[in-house]
């Protein structure tokens, strides 16, 4: 089986660019929904957020720790290394059934161990005030509390420079699908219909 990391900042399209690699047959792993069933539904870890930060809520807590990088790195100790496991877990039982490919999706790609079992990284970019938009309109926050949360996380320079395969998300969602194909395809060693 073959494994892409599918990295980009928040906004940028990585849900959209993991879509259209299910659409082209691959199994995907969203890390960030693997993270939220952790912080509900693992009793330890859900003890351990609640003691440092007094909430589980995800609006509560990410305005504490993309507030406060000490913080940040507290809340990451305790959910990284589960959603790991939980990653490579699912991985194995993928590989077991015979899956051609996978997509992990993680905005952390390159600071996790995660990164070595990979077999490509692919960063989506997009235009950073776009995506301050989108979020805003989509999630309900203000344009300071996204650039916050763009500010925990490497840039997309960095992140486009570390990958195998930059996505860039800053035209039509046709062209985005022209390059996610081909660069499938690559990965395969196939041609594009």
Not at 30 to 46: F, T
Not at 168 to 180: F, I, K, P, Y
Request: glycine share 6%; net charge negative; charged share 30%.
């Amino acid at each position: 089986m073959k494994v892409i990391g599918l990295t980009g900042n928040i906004g940028c399209g990585k849900s959209s660019v993991a879509g259209m690699l299910r659409e082209l047959g691959a199994a995907t792993i969203d890390a960030d929904a693997l993270a939220r069933q952790i912080r509900q539904n693992d009793a330890d870890a859900r003890r351990a957020i609640e003691r440092r930060f007094g909430t589980i809520d995800a609006r509560r807590l990410g305005e504490i720790v993309f507030a406060d990088e000490a913080a940040l790195r507290v809340l990451e100790a305790i959910l990284h290394p589960r959603v790991r496991d939980a990653v490579r877990e699912r991985l194995a039982e993928l590989a077991e059934g015979g899956v051609e490919v996978a997509a992990v999706e993680v905005i952390k790609l390159f600071e996790s161990p995660l990164n070595d079992a990979l077999d490509e990284s692919w960063a989506v970019i997009c235009d950073e005030d776009e995506a301050v938009r989108r979020l805003a309109a989509s999630r309900g926050m203000d344009a300071a509390a996204v650039r916050r949360r763009l500010a925990a996380q490497s840039s997309q320079e960095e992140k486009a420079a570390r990958a195998d395969v930059v996505i860039d998300n800053r035209g039509t969602l046709d062209e985005t699908r022209r390059q996610v194909a081909a660069a499938l395809a690559a990965l395969l060693g196939r041609t594009v219909d």
